[in-house]
Every structure is written in structure tokens, then in C-alpha cells.
């Protein structure tokens, strides 16, 4: 072949090449609640998403998470909901942009070692209540988020399978949990709030039959006292047996009637009123515990707390019935739609990567 005519083909494929990697589309071929239900742990693969091509770009992490992987840079995508002292939260790979932005690419901290996966500074978790139903198992709590890389102030955003694109927030992340059966199964449905220091994370028993429903995931701007109604309490640590919610949104009026509600598009700005409040199913069996009894092996906090330190921490009950997530968590901003709007400019800036590839190999072959 020609010189010049080498230089064509490897221009061609270059083409070709970029254009394999563009965006070209928005949904994978499956989606992400569709994948599994993954055994653990050898059947759990490298990373759960494999789309290429797809706007909101590839998964960061990986969700085959080990000794390894255990370190406080990992980015293990499997994440874990067992116990008051064995859970995980999906929170950022570093500090410095609003959970409602990244979403997509939140990673796997834990309580405890043994995942694979990041380790929540000591004396960061400051409360919080496990809760075991027949339906599911969820945690919700207070935790010094500034500790586990959210912004101080952020009002943080909601993470599930599921997704304006079906790819998941995170994209490729996966729950397991062993407080089904008592061995790991996978959580098909699940849904996690993160902000303004509350959390809450429920993972919905797969064997069950209404468990899309009780992790339901289109209230995303109702924050944790609508999607996990609750009694936790900042400064207490325990574990309960506990009814089943009503599903997120369903609520019984005062003539009786079971209503459904409708939670209102984001352009027409915040909701400042729900019109219900969500019923706070009966716990029973709870056991309190101390902090630095539930949460040993864990690396320093930030700020020198030691998980003794938490356990000390002053109690600021606000009555029966309050719980993390009521107050500003009502007014969240949406996530599905903010998470979207980034996967546009996302997609821009893909597109204007490829561009400036395209352009470097012409001019490389204009001026050989
Ligand atoms: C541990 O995890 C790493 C990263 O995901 C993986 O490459 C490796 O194969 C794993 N090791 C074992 C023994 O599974």
C-alpha cells in the first residue's frame, strides 16, 4: 500500500473508532433492575454495566469488590444492607460537587471492613435506626456527611436502580443484603436518600411481592419521612423489628380513603407542602446500642471523633414520630431530572472530545 493510502486507512479507522464511542443513545439494552439477580460472589461481574456509547458515559467503579479493593480509594460499586452495624452508603469518590450532579457515579462507603469498599470515618454516623419488616430492612440516620466527601450544606439527591435512563444512580451499582435470608441476596429494588446530614436506605426483600412498590422510586423530592417514614433519633443507635410502611406516596385521608399522591414537576419549583403526612409503621424489639460497640475498625473521622466520641454525642430527639428527613428533606430538589440535564452536557462534552480527536489526526496527516 501507498503511504498515502496507509494514511487513509488509519484515518478511516480512526473515524470509525470515535464513532463507535460517541453517544449515540440514552438507554442500555437492559436495564439495570433487570440485570441479576447476581450470586455472590462468584457470580458477581467486574462491572455489572458494560454500555459504551450511551450519554452518561461508562461505570465508574466495579462492583467485583475484595481485600484488594478495600481501601479509602476504591471505587467498589456493591454495596451492602445487613445490620445496625453492617451497611453501606452510596456517597461521592471525592469531595467537591452536589450529590444531585453525580449521582451517577456514587461509590459504596461501609460501616465495617469485609466489603471491598470505603470505610465511613469513625464518629461520622451520629444516630441510627435499623428497622426489619417483613417487606424489607432499612437504614436511616444522621451521619456528618462533610466526612464521607458531600459538601457541607448539600441537600444531596436519591439513588435506585432505576433512573431517568435506566442505567441506576449509580450507574452499575448493585445491593445485597443478608437480612432476607441470612445469606447474600441480591436487592433487585432499593432506594437510598443521602443530604443534610440524614440518610436513608432500604433495600426491598426480592422474594416478597409488592417490593418495586415499598422501594419505590418516583418520589425523589419527598426526602426520607415520605419514602422511609421512620423513628430515628440523632444521638441513638438501635435495631428494630418493625411493621411495613404504607408503599412511598399511598396514604390513608382523614374520611378513610386511600389516596395516591402526585409529586409535582420541578419547573414548577419547590414543594413547600405535601398535603400528608406519611404513617410511621409500629417498631417493636428495638435494642439500643452504643456507637463504639457497633462500628469497631473503622479509620479516623475527619475530625479526631473516635467512635466512642459519637457515642457520646448530646441527644436532640425532637418528639415521637419526627425522624431524619422531615424539615428540609421535604423540599430536595428532584434528582431524576437533574441527573439527566447533566448527562446532556456530558454528552456535549463527549462529542467535543471526539471532535478534537478527529481534528488532531487531520492535521497530524496535513502536515506529515
Ligand atoms: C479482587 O478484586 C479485583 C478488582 O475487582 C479483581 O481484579 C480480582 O480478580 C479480585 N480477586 C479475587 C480473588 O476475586
Same mark, same amino acid.
Given at each position: 500500500m501507498a503511504r498515502s493510502t496507509i494514511r487513509l486507512s %488509519?484515518? /478511516?479507522?480512526?473515524?470509525? +473508532?470515535?464513532?463507535?464511542?460517541?453517544? &449515540?443513545? &440514552?438507554?442500555?439494552?437492559?436495564? +439495570?433492575?433487570?440485570? $441479576?439477580?447476581? %450470586?455472590?460472589?462468584? $457470580?458477581?461481574?467486574?462491572?455489572?454495566? &458494560? #454500555?459504551?456509547g450511551l450519554?452518561?458515559?461508562t461505570q465508574l467503579g466495579y462492583n467485583v469488590c475484595n481485600s484488594t479493593t478495600e481501601n479509602q480509594q476504591s471505587l467498589c460499586q456493591t454495596s451492602? *444492607? !445487613?445490620? +445496625?452495624?453492617?451497611? @453501606?452508603l452510596w456517597a461521592p469518590p471525592e469531595a467537591g460537587r452536589a450529590v444531585g450532579d453525580i449521582e451517577g457515579s456514587m461509590i459504596a462507603w461501609c460501616t465495617k471492613p469485609g466489603h471491598g469498599a470505603r470505610l465511613i470515618p469513625a464518629g461520622a454516623l451520629t444516630g441510627v435506626q435499623f428497622t426489619k419488616t417483613p417487606d424489607y430492612v432499612q437504614v436511616v440516620g444522621f451521619i456528618d456527611q462533610t466526612q464521607i466527601d458531600i459538601l457541607q450544606g448539600d441537600f444531596g439527591?436519591?439513588?435506585?436502580?432505576?433512573?431517568?435512563? *435506566?442505567?441506576? !444512580?449509580?450507574? $452499575?451499582g448493585i445491593v445485597f443484603s443478608e437480612g432476607f435470608t441470612g445469606a447474600p441476596v441480591q436487592a433487585m429494588e432499593w432506594h437510598n436518600f443521602i443530604g443534610s446530614n440524614t440518610f436513608c436506605l432500604k433495600a426491598c426483600d426480592p422474594a416478597r411481592p409488592n417490593a418495586a412498590r415499598f422501594c419505590e422510586h418516583i418520589y #425523589?423530592? *419527598?426526602? @426520607?419521612a415520605y419514602n422511609a417514614p421512620n423513628r430515628a433519633r440523632d444521638g441513638a443507635f438501635e435495631a428494630c423489628a418493625g411493621d411495613s410502611q404504607d408503599f412511598p406516596g399511598v396514604y390513608t385521608d382523614a374520611a378513610g380513603a386511600v389516596r395516591t399522591y402526585t409529586q409535582p414537576p420541578e419547573a414548577l419549583g419547590a414543594i413547600t407542602s405535601v398535603g400528608y403526612t406519611a404513617r410511621v409503621p409500629a417498631s417493636s424489639s428495638c435494642s439500643a446500642f452504643a456507637s463504639a460497640a457497633l462500628y469497631t475498625g473503622l479509620p479516623g473521622g475527619g475530625t479526631g471523633a473516635s467512635g466512642s466520641a459519637a457515642a457520646a454525642a448530646t441527644t436532640t430527639t425532637t418528639g415521637a414520630g419526627a425522624g431524619a428527613g422531615t424539615g428540609t428533606s421535604a423540599t430536595r430538589a428532584g434528582s431524576s431530572s437533574a441527573a439527566l440535564a447533566s448527562s446532556t452536557s456530558g454528552a456535549e462534552a463527549l462529542h *467535543?472530545? @471526539?471532535?478534537?480527536? %478527529?481534528?488532531?489526526?487531520?492535521?497530524?496527516?496535513? /502536515?506529515a
Open positions: %488509519i484515518l /478511516l479507522a480512526s473515524i470509525s +473508532l470515535v464513532a463507535a464511542q460517541d453517544a &449515540t443513545g &440514552t438507554y442500555p439494552a437492559v436495564p +439495570l433492575a433487570s440485570k $441479576g439477580p447476581y %450470586i455472590y460472589p462468584s $457470580g458477581i461481574p467486574y462491572k455489572v454495566d &458494560t #454500555d459504551v450519554v452518561r458515559g451492602w *444492607l !445487613n445490620a +445496625l452495624d453492617d451497611f @453501606c439527591g436519591e439513588m435506585d436502580p432505576h433512573g431517568a435512563d *435506566l442505567r441506576g !444512580n449509580p450507574m $452499575g #425523589d423530592r *419527598l426526602g @426520607c *467535543l472530545s @471526539c471532535l478534537a480527536v %478527529i481534528g488532531a489526526i487531520v492535521s497530524a496527516i496535513i /502536515l
